[in-house]
C-alpha cells in the first residue's frame, strides 16, 4: 500500500504481506533480504543501519506479565523509500500535518508520534508509584517487598519500550552520514527530545524504586535482627530456671538438697534471683530497648 508523498511509502499490515510483495518482484535488493531475513527470525528489536540505509524492527507495546506478548513496527529506510509493517493507521493520519518530504523525516515523525502516547501511561506510571509510597509510609509489611518488585517490574518494561528508540535517535544520522541537514529536521528533533524526556522520568522513577526497596530492606533487616534479640534474650534469662532445674532433676541417690526443710523455697529463690539479676543486669546495659519504632499510622495520630 503507498502513501501520497514526496516520496514512495510502501505499508504492508503483516510480515505475510511484504513477503507476498517480496516475491513478486523481479529483482530484490540485497539489504532487504536481510531485513526480511531476519524478520522471520527474530520478534524482537534490532536495528541495522547501512551507508544511507536504515532497516529494523521496533517493539512498540509489551505485556509486562508475559514479555512474549507484543507488538512492533518493521521499517525499511532509504533515500528515497519508506517501507513500514505493522503501522496503525490512526499513526498515518497524524503525520499529515508534519508535511514530510523525505523518508527519514516520515520515519522519525513516526517515531515522535509513537512516543507521545507513552505519556499517559508514563503518568498512570507515577499515580500509582505515589500511592504506594503513601502507603508504606504508613506501615511496611510483608507484602511490601511483594508491592515495590511490582512497581520495578512496570519501570523495568518502561525502560525496555524507550531505550530501543534511543538507539534509532543515534541510528538514524549514523545511516544517513552525508546527509548533514537531517539532524536538523523537525521530527527528528522533536523525537530526540521525547526521548530525552521519557528517559529522564524512568530513570527518576527507578531511583524513587531503589529507596523504597532499600528503607524496606533495612527494616525487614532490622525486624530480623529483633527477632533475633529476643530469642536470645528469653534463652539468656531462662538459662538459670533450666540449669538449675536440670540439676534438682536428676535422680541420684545421694542429694543432700532433697532432705533439706526449706530446699523447695531455697530453690525457688535462687532460680527467681538469678532471673532477676540477669535481667536486670541485661537491662542497665541498654539490651532490652527496641532496635527499631515504626511510624504510627495516620489514621492513629489523627485520633
Not at 532509504?78 to 503501522?87: Q, V, W
Not at 530526540?192 to 524504586?209: G, S, W
Amino acid at each position: 500500500m503507498e502513501f501520497n508523498s514526496q516520496f514512495t511509502w510502501h505499508r504492508y499490515p503483516t510480515i505475510f504481506a511484504y513477503e507476498q510483495y517480496v516475491s513478486d518482484l523481479p529483482e530484490t535488493p540485497s539489504y532487504r533480504l536481510d531485513w526480511l531475513n531476519e524478520l522471520r527470525a527474530k520478534d524482537m528489536n534490532f536495528t541495522r543501519t547501512e551507508l544511507d540505509v536504515l532497516y529494523g524492527s521496533i517493539v512498540t507495546w509489551q505485556n509486562p506479565v508475559d514479555r512474549s506478548d507484543r507488538r512492533s513496527i518493521c521499517y525499511y529506510v532509504s533515500e528515497n523509500e519508506l517501507i513500514t509493517i505493522g503501522l496503525s493507521d490512526h499513526i498515518v493520519s497524524l503525520i499529515e500535518p508534519f508535511k514530510t518530504s523525505t523518508p527519514f523525516e516520515a520515519f522519525y515523525a513516526i517515531l515522535a508520534l509513537q512516543m507521545n502516547t507513552y505519556f499517559t501511561g508514563i503518568d498512570d506510571f507515577e499515580t500509582e508509584l505515589f500511592s504506594r509510597q503513601d502507603e508504606l509510609r504508613g506501615s511496611i509489611n510483608e507484602n511490601s517487598l511483594d508491592s515495590i518488585f511490582g512497581l520495578r517490574d512496570t519501570i523495568e518494561n518502561w525502560s525496555d519500550l524507550i531505550v530501543p528508540f534511543q538507539e534509532l535517535i543515534l541510528a538514524g544520522p549514523e545511516a544517513f552520514i552525508r546527509h548533514t541537514d537531517y539532524e536538523e529536521v523537525l521530527p527528528f528533533r522533536l523525537a530526540e527530545k521525547r526521548v530525552a524526556r521519557l528517559l529522564m522520568l524512568i530513570e527518576h522513577y527507578q531511583k524513587d524504586i531503589e529507596v523504597l526497596l532499600d528503607l524496606s530492606t533495612t527494616v525487614s533487616n532490622f525486624r530480623g535482627n529483633e527477632i533475633m534479640k529476643a530469642l536470645t534474650i528469653f534463652t539468656a534469662v531462662a538459662t538459670p530456671m533450666m540449669a538449675l532445674g536440670a540439676i534438682w532433676g536428676m535422680n541420684f541417690k545421694d542429694m543432700p538438697e532433697l532432705d533439706w526443710k526449706y530446699g523447695y523455697a531455697a530453690s525457688l529463690s535462687l532460680i527467681f534471683l538469678t532471673t532477676g539479676g540477669i535481667f536486670y543486669w541485661m537491662k542497665r546495659r541498654g539490651w532490652l530497648g527496641a532496635l527499631v519504632r515504626m511510624p504510627e499510622n495516620k489514621q492513629k495520630r489523627k485520633k
